[in-house]
């Protein structure tokens, strides 16, 4: 089957008011944006508060679909079967014809449902279903009616031409991304993080990433899996500015200075401060985390209040609530899990105290990091300073 046009259905984007048309003209950008790399000439317009892109010519049906699958704000990807609209005997013909070649294998239910945009179309919408039911049930012994819950909804528009659709294949959902600001990812090259992006796109935020690097405790491997998280994230979040930091003077410092079931909470505040300074040069409102309550001994609700104090930028955890279960399912969705679980530790994983504190108390905590006044800013400088900025595409 040779489907011309694409009919892009959106969620939440209908629920909006009067400025529903900012949202609608982002969709469209982020359909062409996706359609970069895909083979084929592509249309993207809006018509009667539809989306719609138009396919010229030869193009790859699999690549097309699967590029708008990973664009945020789209629940529905309709493929379209257009022709002429030459009145209604011709308009019964080809309706037929299309559901004989598509559903003449087994038995189905159908329903037709029709919308007449074009108002001088000598039929209503409650005519044409019926006829068009007819015909069907007439030409196709295979099919019965079930008007509650249909195997097969035909759709027919009527407009300038007739538009026939059987199919909705699901999208992803969300919002378009950077319709809700931006904002800043701790991604490492575990499983949650990149899930954490991800979820936080889903609902119109545009990315920018730090990491934090710890060489030789951490291998060019490890630095090259977030590399490849920060790609696959960006197939669906957009392009990603990835910072990368030279985290290991700092680690190294901290550990001779503080007591060593501390060192968990004290490096993730001291990520928390440098993550947040890149945040707030880049105009970030926010930071994001893949964070989960009681996941591990530095996300208890003692553990997170205690990295929070040092930030004055709000810290979104998408995945606060989920179960590890929940999250590896996502990541394996999203086709992170993969890369995410090649056996290449970060610089969280390397300096991990093997007694790790559960229930930090705060003023312990700030009485610990007292230990470190004599050259803390300066090596937090110098890795600021020294931070390598990758600009990470899909």
């Known amino acids: 089957?040779?489907?011309?046009?694409?009919?892009?259905?959106?969620?939440?984007?209908?629920?909006?008011?009067?400025?529903?048309?900012?949202?609608?003209?982002?969709?469209?950008?982020?359909?062409?944006?996706?359609?970069?790399?895909?083979?084929?000439?592509?249309?993207?317009?809006?018509?009667?508060?539809?989306?719609?892109?138009?396919?010229?010519?030869?193009?790859?049906?699999?690549?097309?679909?699967?590029?708008?699958?990973?664009?945020?704000?789209?629940?529905?990807?309709?493929?379209?079967?257009?022709?002429?609209?030459?009145?209604?005997?011709?308009?019964?013909?080809?309706?037929?014809?299309?559901?004989?070649?598509?559903?003449?294998?087994?038995?189905?239910?159908?329903?037709?449902?029709?919308?007449?945009?074009?108002?001088?179309?000598?039929?209503?919408?409650?005519?044409?279903?019926?006829?068009?039911?007819?015909?069907?049930?007439?030409?196709?012994?295979?099919?019965?009616?079930?008007?509650?819950?249909?195997?097969?909804?035909?759709?027919?528009?009527?407009?300038?031409?007739?538009?026939?659709?059987?199919?909705?294949?699901?999208?992803?959902?969300?919002?378009?991304?950077?319709?809700?600001?931006?904002?800043?990812?701790?991604?490492?090259?575990?499983?949650?993080?990149?899930?954490?992006?991800?979820?936080?796109?889903?609902?119109?935020?545009?990315?920018?990433?730090?990491?934090?690097?710890?060489?030789?405790?951490?291998?060019?491997?490890?630095?090259?899996?977030?590399?490849?998280?920060?790609k696959i994230v960006a197939r669906s979040a957009g392009p990603i500015k990835l910072n990368i930091v030279n985290f290991t003077d700092i680690q190294l410092y901290i550990y001779d200075k503080c007591p060593h079931d501390e060192l968990t909470i004290i490096m993730r505040r001291y990520m928390m401060r440098i993550a947040e300074h890149f945040a707030k040069e880049s105009g970030c409102l926010g930071l994001v985390t893949g964070e989960s309550i009681g996941q591990v001994a530095s996300q208890t609700m003692q553990s997170l209040a205690s990295t929070n104090e040092v930030c004055t930028l709000p810290v979104y955890r998408p995945l606060i609530g989920f179960d590890k279960r929940d999250i590896v399912e996502i990541s394996e969705k999203i086709d992170t899990y993969e890369t995410s679980i090649l056996p290449f530790e970060d610089c969280c994983t390397i300096f991990v105290a093997k007694h790790p504190v559960t229930k930090p108390k705060l003023e312990v905590i700030r009485k610990s990091e007292e230990k470190l006044a004599e050259q803390i800013d300066e090596l937090v400088a110098t890795a600021i300073e020294t931070t390598e900025v990758l600009n990470v595409r899909p």
């Open 1 to 230: 089957m040779k489907y011309q046009t694409f009919l892009i259905k959106y969620g939440e984007i209908g629920l909006k008011g009067r400025n529903r048309f900012i949202f609608e003209d982002a969709l469209v950008r982020q359909i062409k944006f996706a359609l970069k790399k895909v083979d084929g000439k592509f249309a993207v317009y809006k018509s009667q508060a539809r989306i719609y892109v138009d396919c010229d010519g030869e193009y790859d049906y699999d690549e097309t679909v699967e590029a708008l699958q990973r664009v945020f704000g789209i629940v529905g990807i309709c493929p379209v079967v257009r022709f002429a609209e030459e009145g209604f005997a011709a308009l019964k013909k080809e309706v037929l014809s299309h559901m004989q070649e598509m559903y003449s294998d087994k038995e189905y239910t159908f329903k037709v449902e029709s919308r007449r945009a074009n108002k001088s179309y000598p039929l209503n919408s409650m005519e044409i279903n019926r006829d068009l039911g007819e015909v069907i049930l007439e030409g196709m012994p295979n099919m019965t009616v079930d008007v509650h819950h249909p195997e097969v909804l035909v759709n027919v528009e009527v407009r300038n031409e007739v538009y026939l659709y059987t199919q909705v294949i699901e999208g992803p959902g969300g919002m378009p991304v950077g319709t809700n600001g931006s904002a800043m990812l701790l991604l490492s090259g575990g499983i949650d993080s990149p899930v954490a992006g991800y979820m936080i796109a889903k609902r119109g935020v545009s990315l920018e990433a730090t990491y934090f690097h710890a060489p030789p405790y951490t291998s060019e491997r490890a630095k090259q899996k977030v590399v490849d998280l920060a």
